[in-house]
């Protein structure tokens, strides 16, 4: 009875599951690591529309641990659980960037967000293991999440940009107030990125998701079939919302109508054709929207993770050659009508990145510089002149390498190469191929996504890396082998583990969580935007009220200070500027920005001596800022002039 309940507990938890996995890339799709921004939806309509905070996540995932672990049986030693150890290291390992980190938000953020994707990992593991007959309902998840990602690029591109600049339009003459010229320039851009924060980041996604998805639809009816009713589905929404004939509506309802009734019946000797319809309809959608996020490096990477699968599956050598060449020409190709009239600038100043991290990691080989000061000593080493300073390396193994030292390069190598090894050792050996096409684009995704993170942030992106450890967890490994599981001694150590990293989880990111919160509404009164100008200012005592609840909730952090730093400067309120931004440099102390801010308060105010101290330091620590050096030279020419 009990081995009863708990199997259909498994099934809840399962279905469960493919809920949150089917959200990932929908609601997850943040970025990690950025604590000068934290959004908190504060609406139910915001919710239901918007991005969730990336906070949530590991909450989430550490919650669902603590459910699983009530279902979890003996602890199987397979390619599965070694995944969960390797990330659970990764994890571990994570713990290093705090050492050495300036401003603690960033390893916090960090932390946290690894950890829970170890405990993610760990989840899909016992629930695989436990309910294998539910794998198919797991995997299909991931692919409805991909079809509804590609129809949101889609409604982005033909309605959403026009949407926003109009919006944008109507704000611009009602408040008097026009947006800077660089954002402007970014919103006329339209490139995709929904339901993402960035194009790349949708890019990457696509390239992740595109070949199981392709592959499942042609194989399983049960993928199909879903893939036709989502389409219809999403085709009579956008119909209802954009075109206003009834004629249009009835058009769209008839159609929907038709399919999804007449969908379950259709005869078997049509599934070919339709299959076939379908998996031509997706890919083009899908390539499209790739197109047009306009990333160089997903078409390269999805090219590189093509020609890279073909060789390290047992294809023959014929097929391999002919592959190859064939992958070549249409990379090429669409590289060329990706970065058709741009420049190559931004591939220019990865490069600079990379070395940068390179150097970071050769001086601190054994800590790494911690978690966020990628971007601090990026500003001191960078080599070409210019205010860009990313907060990070914009690749995962560097990223690891230069902040925790040489335990995150050793492990982040060992987590991209581990499904590799086991295509290498398991299928390619095993002579076992009757799920060789599902193996095949599950790999080829990974490759892609796994090159692609060499060039980009995936990894701070939770809803993208919990999705590709879904898949490799769901892969089908043939294994002839006897099970084999962990010894009762081991297997209390390892439950006790698991238990450790659910309380560290749910402990570090709630309170992340909640002071998230309070810096956001902090942020919200003290920084209102141009299209909220209409609101009453608050007053400073109700701006002392939120920074003090930002503080009490994060009192390790300097933006709560830096936030009303901003709100005073706006208001040239010079005394009350200079002494909440000298507060965020305390606990930010190589933050080249927050001693440009003293430095302005302190002129207006007249102290040009004390202004000089802070123009020179943030001077030294952004050497290549063209404003901080015109800044220090110009006040350093009226200082020598007086005297």
């Not at 170890?118 to 309902?137: G, Q």
């Not at 940009?161 to 107030?177: A, N, P, R, W």
């Not at 890279?308 to 590289?335: D, E, H, M």
């Not at 659910?502 to 002071?515: D, W």
Request: a positive charge; aromatic letters at 14%; glycine letters at 6%.
């Amino acid at each position: 009875m009990a081995q009863t309940l708990k199997y259909r507990f498994a099934g809840i938890l399962c279905v469960l599951s493919a809920v949150v996995i089917f959200l990932l890339p929908l609601k997850f799709g943040g970025i990690v690591g950025i604590p000068e921004i934290p959004f908190f939806p504060d609406s139910t309509i915001t919710w239901i529309i918007f991005s969730w905070p990336t906070i949530l996540f590991p909450v989430f995932s550490s919650v669902l641990l603590v459910l699983v672990m009530l279902i979890a049986e003996k602890t199987v030693l397979n390619f599965r659980f070694t995944l969960a150890l390797i990330w659970t290291a990764l994890a571990f390992v994570s713990l290093i960037g705090y050492m050495n980190a300036s401003t603690k938000d960033f390893p916090i953020q960090y932390i946290s967000h690894f950890f829970g994707l170890a405990t993610f990992c760990i989840s899909v593991y016992y629930l695989v293991e436990t309910r294998p007959d539910m794998r198919k309902l797991l995997i299909n998840a991931v692919v409805a999440a991909a079809i509804v990602s590609a129809f949101m690029g889609l409604q982005q591109l033909l309605w959403g940009f026009k949407e926003t600049i109009d919006f944008i339009h109507q704000q611009e003459l009602k408040s008097g107030v026009q947006i800077s010229g660089q954002l402007h320039g970014k919103i006329l851009q339209t490139r995709v990125f929904s339901p993402f924060t960035l194009c790349n980041s949708l890019a990457a996604h696509l390239i992740l998701v595109l070949p199981v998805s392709l592959v499942l639809i042609w194989k399983y009816k049960a993928t199909l079939k879903m893939a036709i009713v989502m389409a219809a589905t999403i085709g009579y929404f956008f119909t209802f919302e954009y075109f206003s004939p009834p004629a249009l509506m009835g058009v769209s309802l008839a159609y929907s109508f038709i399919v999804t009734v007449t969908l379950f019946k259709f005869p078997e000797k049509f599934r070919t054709v339709i299959s076939l319809a379908a998996v031509i309809f997706y890919t083009a959608l899908m390539l499209s929207i790739l197109y047009f996020t306009g990333s160089r490096a997903a078409v390269l990477a999805l090219g590189m993770g093509i020609a890279a699968s073909i060789a390290i599956f047992p294809f023959s050598k014929k097929i391999r050659i002919t592959s190859v060449l064939l992958v070549v020409l249409l990379t090429a190709t669409g590289l060329y009508l990706v970065n058709a009239g741009r420049h190559l600038d931004s591939m220019s100043v990865r490069l600079d990145y990379f070395s940068v991290a390179a150097r970071i990691f050769s001086d601190n080989i054994l800590c790494g510089t911690g978690w966020g000061d990628f971007f601090h000593q990026y500003t001191a080493l960078k080599t070409f002149r210019g205010s860009e300073a990313p907060h990070s390396a914009h690749n995962f193994i560097l990223d690891f390498a230069s902040q925790t030292g040489i335990a995150g390069l050793l492990v982040s190598l060992m987590a991209l190469a581990f499904p590799i090894y086991l295509v290498l050792k398991k299928i390619r050996k095993s002579g076992h191929y009757s799920e060789h096409a599902e193996n095949f684009a599950i790999i080829l995704g990974w490759l892609a996504w796994g090159f692609h993170s060499m060039a980009d942030i995936n990894m701070q992106i939770p809803g993208t890396v919990a999705t590709a450890l879904v898949m490799i967890t769901l892969l089908k490994i043939p294994d002839d082998s006897p099970v084999r599981t962990l010894g009762n001694k081991w297997d209390v150590a390892w439950c006790l583990l698991v238990c450790f990293i659910i309380a560290f989880t749910f402990r570090i990111s709630c309170n992340r969580m909640n002071g998230e919160y309070f810096l956001s509404q902090e942020i919200k009164l003290c920084e209102p935007n141009y299209a909220a100008s209409e609101k009453k200012a608050p007053t400073r005592d109700q701006v002392e009220l939120a920074v003090k609840n930002a503080v009490d909730a994060l009192p390790y952090s300097p933006f709560p200070w830096a936030s009303a730093g901003i709100y005073f400067q706006a208001t040239r309120n010079w005394a009350a500027s200079e002494i909440y931004f000298q507060k965020a440099s305390e606990l930010s102390p190589e933050r080249a920005s927050f001693y440009h801010r003293i430095f302005i308060s302190q002129m207006m105010l007249g102290k040009k001596n004390e202004a000089l101290k802070n123009i020179e330091e943030a001077k030294k620590l952004f050497p290549n800022s063209e404003e901080y050096q015109s800044s220090y030279e110009k006040l350093k020419s009226q200082m020598e002039g007086k005297f």
